[in-house]
């Protein structure tokens, strides 16, 4: 079992930035990958960003590539989403999420945290 929690969220003007932490207990060491997914009002949920525990291999999609950075602190078991230049359409819950191998589902989540971006 991996425990999940995020913090960090909450309201910020358009082209602000907020930083995200997730905080991992329990079997940490198994976790392959970590990942941040948003689901905005309306819309499916989507994957923002990855990062493998081990080599430190990311991935962003498209909307954020550029603008948001994610990282990790193996000392602390801590995945952090550094979000800058934030967009209206940014508006999400934030959740995060692991997986035990590259080719499984995401099988641990987060509570998720509320990211409001204003005009």
């Known amino acids: 079992q991996v425990q999940l929690v995020e913090s960090g969220g909450g309201l910020v003007q358009a082209g602000g930035s907020l930083r995200l932490s997730c905080a991992a207990s329990?079997?940490?060491?198994?976790?392959?990958?970590m990942a941040w997914f948003r689901q905005a009002p309306g819309k499916e949920r989507e994957v923002v960003a990855t990062?493998?525990?081990?080599?430190?291999?990311?991935y962003y999609a498209g909307s954020v590539k550029g603008r948001f950075t994610i990282s990790k602190d193996n000392t602390n078991n801590t995945v952090y989403l550094q979000m800058n230049s934030l967009k209206l359409e940014d508006t999400a819950v934030y959740y995060c999420?692991?997986?035990?191998?590259?080719?499984?589902?995401?099988?641990?989540w987060g509570q998720g945290t509320q990211v409001t971006v204003s005009s």
């Open positions: 999420a692991s997986r035990m191998t590259a080719l499984t589902p995401y099988q641990y």
């Open positions: 329990g079997r940490t060491s198994s976790s392959y990958t």
């Open positions: 990062i493998t525990w081990s080599g430190g291999s990311t």
